[in-house]
């Protein structure tokens, strides 16, 4: 009974952190996702990274709209390499603060057994990952290897990514209270 209270308790509590969410906050606290790039930057901190990009999307509210901000701006940097391996870099921003990268590798197989061994990351599936393998680094990197064959069978689409976990939960919660 006195588990089941306190389980309720501390639920209650996180609900009422999260219900005061601004949604464009930026955390004192960064989390590393691809080669050293940190999540919560700015798409103008990034641009200073790399000057040449094209914009994938680019969405937000309505003028007016009464709701916190909702925005999505996505941009591909093309010949982008890590760890020895040329690709195409795509960066997502919520609000503002980059959340997500994911990294599109000309030769997948190879550079996933590459960034395995250069972070020391130990895939696995879980009952939450989707059928997708994922690890997780400190402090908030959740990574994941996308290849779907079943789902893309030319293999274009083959990828891996970095998200910052408190942005992707900002973002759910979003989506949640107020679509």
Sequence with gaps: MLCSLLA????????????????????????????????????EEAKRRFQKWEVI???????????????????????????????????KFFNNRLAEARFYPSSFDQYVERLKIADKLAFKFTETSVGLPEAFASPHTHVWIYNQPHIDPSGKEKYVGWRDIRLEKEEGLWIKRYS
């Design 8 to 43: 309720l308790m501390i639920a209650a509590c996180d609900q009422d952190v999260l219900y005061a969410t601004s949604f464009t906050e930026v955390a004192t606290e960064r989390t590393k996702l691809i080669d050293g790039i940190e999540s919560y930057q700015s798409t």
């Design 57 to 91: 999307e680019n969405s937000s509210l309505a003028p007016g709209d009464k709701r916190p901000p909702f925005s999505i701006h996505v941009v591909a940097i093309d010949n982008y390499s890590h760890l020895g391996y040329l690709g195409t870099l795509r960066l």
